[in-house]
Protein backbone atom coordinates (compact mmCIF):
# COMPACT_ATOMS: atom_id res chain seq x y z
CA UNK A 1 0.00 0.00 0.00
CA UNK A 2 1.71 3.55 -0.90
CA UNK A 3 0.87 6.16 1.49
CA UNK A 4 2.17 8.94 -0.75
CA UNK A 5 -0.44 9.81 -3.50
CA UNK A 6 -2.51 6.31 -2.15
CA UNK A 7 -5.32 5.12 -4.44
CA UNK A 8 -7.86 5.10 -1.29
CA UNK A 9 -8.00 6.64 2.32
CA UNK A 10 -5.64 4.89 4.75
CA UNK A 11 -6.81 3.67 7.84
CA UNK A 12 -5.07 4.96 11.29
CA UNK A 13 -5.19 5.15 15.04
CA UNK A 14 -3.81 7.91 17.10
CA UNK A 15 -3.69 7.19 20.94
CA UNK A 16 -3.86 10.27 23.72
CA UNK A 17 -2.27 9.31 26.94
CA UNK A 18 -2.06 10.87 29.91
CA UNK A 19 0.14 10.63 32.76
CA UNK A 20 -0.18 13.28 35.27
CA UNK A 21 -0.78 16.75 33.92
CA UNK A 22 1.01 15.27 30.94
CA UNK A 23 0.27 14.44 27.81
CA UNK A 24 2.56 11.26 25.62
CA UNK A 25 3.69 13.11 22.59
CA UNK A 26 5.98 11.91 19.37
CA UNK A 27 8.19 13.85 17.03
CA UNK A 28 7.44 12.58 13.54
CA UNK A 29 10.71 11.22 11.63
CA UNK A 30 8.56 10.60 8.33
CA UNK A 31 6.34 12.38 6.32
CA UNK A 32 3.58 13.48 6.59
CA UNK A 33 4.29 15.86 9.63
CA UNK A 34 7.71 15.28 9.90
CA UNK A 35 9.63 17.08 12.72
CA UNK A 36 6.36 18.07 13.98
CA UNK A 37 4.97 16.68 17.28
CA UNK A 38 1.79 14.15 17.32
CA UNK A 39 -0.06 11.65 18.93
CA UNK A 40 0.96 8.41 19.06
CA UNK A 41 0.13 5.98 16.04
CA UNK A 42 -0.10 4.85 13.05
CA UNK A 43 -1.78 2.94 10.14
CA UNK A 44 -3.68 -0.14 11.04
CA UNK A 45 -2.65 -3.38 9.14
CA UNK A 46 -4.31 -5.92 6.88
CA UNK A 47 -6.08 -8.18 9.02
CA UNK A 48 -5.43 -6.15 12.24
CA UNK A 49 -8.38 -4.86 14.88
CA UNK A 50 -8.25 -0.99 15.15
CA UNK A 51 -7.58 -1.29 18.93
CA UNK A 52 -4.33 -3.97 18.31
CA UNK A 53 -3.28 -1.58 15.56
CA UNK A 54 -2.99 1.07 18.29
CA UNK A 55 -1.68 -1.12 21.08
CA UNK A 56 0.99 -1.82 18.50
CA UNK A 57 1.84 1.36 16.73
CA UNK A 58 2.17 2.72 20.52
CA UNK A 59 4.70 0.15 21.59
CA UNK A 60 6.72 0.66 18.17
CA UNK A 61 7.18 4.35 18.69
CA UNK A 62 7.93 4.63 22.48
CA UNK A 63 8.87 1.08 23.80
CA UNK A 64 5.43 1.41 26.45
CA UNK A 65 2.58 -0.96 26.36
CA UNK A 66 -1.01 0.86 26.78
CA UNK A 67 -4.83 0.12 27.31
CA UNK A 68 -7.56 1.49 25.31
CA UNK A 69 -10.33 3.21 27.32
CA UNK A 70 -12.46 4.84 25.37
CA UNK A 71 -12.98 6.06 21.44
CA UNK A 72 -13.22 9.40 21.06
CA UNK A 73 -13.60 10.55 17.47
CA UNK A 74 -12.79 9.99 13.75
CA UNK A 75 -10.21 12.79 12.11
CA UNK A 76 -9.60 12.99 8.32
CA UNK A 77 -6.26 13.93 7.84
CA UNK A 78 -6.19 14.89 4.43
CA UNK A 79 -2.83 16.72 2.84
CA UNK A 80 -2.95 18.13 -0.57
CA UNK A 81 0.06 19.26 -3.40
CA UNK A 82 1.02 22.64 -5.19
CA UNK A 83 -1.15 20.95 -8.19
CA UNK A 84 -4.15 20.14 -5.56
CA UNK A 85 -4.11 16.22 -6.03
CA UNK A 86 -4.31 14.33 -2.67
CA UNK A 87 -0.75 13.38 -1.37
CA UNK A 88 -1.70 11.74 1.82
CA UNK A 89 -5.15 10.97 3.29
CA UNK A 90 -5.37 8.87 6.02
CA UNK A 91 -8.46 8.66 8.14
CA UNK A 92 -7.56 8.27 12.03
CA UNK A 93 -9.66 6.71 14.81
CA UNK A 94 -8.47 8.53 17.95
CA UNK A 95 -8.23 6.87 21.26
CA UNK A 96 -8.01 7.41 25.39
CA UNK A 97 -5.70 5.49 26.59
CA UNK A 98 -4.15 4.24 30.09
CA UNK A 99 -0.53 3.71 29.74
CA UNK A 100 0.71 0.63 32.19
CA UNK A 101 4.42 1.76 31.67
CA UNK A 102 5.91 5.42 32.31
CA UNK A 103 9.26 4.65 30.57
CA UNK A 104 9.09 5.95 27.08
CA UNK A 105 12.05 5.92 24.63
CA UNK A 106 11.53 7.10 20.63
CA UNK A 107 11.88 4.01 18.25
CA UNK A 108 10.58 3.13 14.65
CA UNK A 109 9.28 6.44 12.85
CA UNK A 110 9.44 8.82 15.99
CA UNK A 111 12.76 11.09 16.34
CA UNK A 112 11.65 11.62 20.10
CA UNK A 113 9.08 10.94 22.51
CA UNK A 114 8.03 12.97 25.56
CA UNK A 115 5.99 13.11 28.26
CA UNK A 116 4.78 16.56 27.50
CA UNK A 117 3.25 19.11 30.27
CA UNK A 118 -0.10 20.32 29.27
CA UNK A 119 1.32 23.77 29.94
CA UNK A 120 3.59 23.48 27.20
CA UNK A 121 1.68 22.53 24.34
CA UNK A 122 1.41 26.17 23.31
CA UNK A 123 5.28 26.08 23.03
CA UNK A 124 5.62 22.68 20.49
CA UNK A 125 5.66 22.76 16.67
CA UNK A 126 1.97 20.89 15.83
CA UNK A 127 -0.77 20.87 13.84
CA UNK A 128 -3.13 23.48 16.00
CA UNK A 129 -5.68 20.83 15.14
CA UNK A 130 -3.77 18.21 17.56
CA UNK A 131 -3.09 20.95 20.04
CA UNK A 132 -6.83 21.79 20.40
CA UNK A 133 -7.97 18.18 20.78
CA UNK A 134 -5.51 17.37 23.14
CA UNK A 135 -6.57 20.41 25.24
CA UNK A 136 -10.05 19.50 24.76
CA UNK A 137 -9.70 15.74 25.84
CA UNK A 138 -7.42 16.78 29.15
CA UNK A 139 -10.15 19.34 30.03
CA UNK A 140 -13.18 16.50 30.20
CA UNK A 141 -10.60 13.82 31.90
CA UNK A 142 -9.00 16.10 34.52
CA UNK A 143 -13.10 17.41 35.06
CA UNK A 144 -14.50 14.10 35.43
CA UNK A 145 -11.47 13.36 38.03
CA UNK A 146 -12.02 15.61 40.71
Not at 33 to 47: I, N, Q
Not at 132 to 142: G, N, S, T
Request: glycine share 6%; charged share 30%; net charge negative.
Amino acid sequence: MKREYPDSPIAGVAAVVFLGQSVLLVRRKNEPSRGMWSLPGGVVELGEKVEEALVREVEEETGIMIKPMKFLTVFDSIVGDDQGKTRYHYVLCEYLCEPLEEAIRALSDASESAWTPLKELDSLEMSPWTRRFIKRIAEQVYSLRR
